[in-house]
Nanobody
Framework: EVQLVESGGGSVQAGGSLRLSCVASGLTHARFDMSWYRQAPGKEREFVSV???????LYAGSVKGRFTISRDNGQNTVYLQMNSLKPEDTAMYYC?????WGQGTQVTVS
């Protein structure tokens, strides 16, 4: 059974930082792209960032320069370092591998 478990969310003031983690089990994590998405109340889920199996990265324009995605294949984990947080970053953050999604971790910026 494939499971993705996110953690690291919380409440911070604008300008603060958080580091999200997503641990994958049940699949060979290193073979796949790993992505972060977010969904704010009343809005559709949107792409945040992806890191390829080769380590290549891509970011949404709204987070580029502030967020950094990374992965540790030995730990089956993908991270999202979020700096200079803004109130508009408030959302539930989800990780994704192929068709699998985690349960999400809430980020609130005031």
């Amino acid at each position: 059974e494939v499971q993705l478990v996110e953690s690291g969310g919380g409440s911070v003031q604008a300008g603060g930082s958080l580091r999200l983690s997503c641990v994958a089990s049940g699949l060979t994590h290193a073979r796949f792209d790993m992505s972060w998405y977010r969904q704010a109340p009343g809005k559709e889920r949107e792409f945040v960032s992806v890191i390829g199996a080769d380590g290549g990265t891509l970011y949404a324009g709204s987070v580029k320069g502030r967020f950094t995605i990374s992965r540790d294949n030995g730990q089956n984990t993908v991270y999202l370092q979020m700096n200079s947080l803004k109130p508009e970053d408030t959302a539930m953050y989800y990780c994704r591998i192929t068709t699998y999604w985690g349960q999400g971790t809430q980020v609130t910026v005031s």
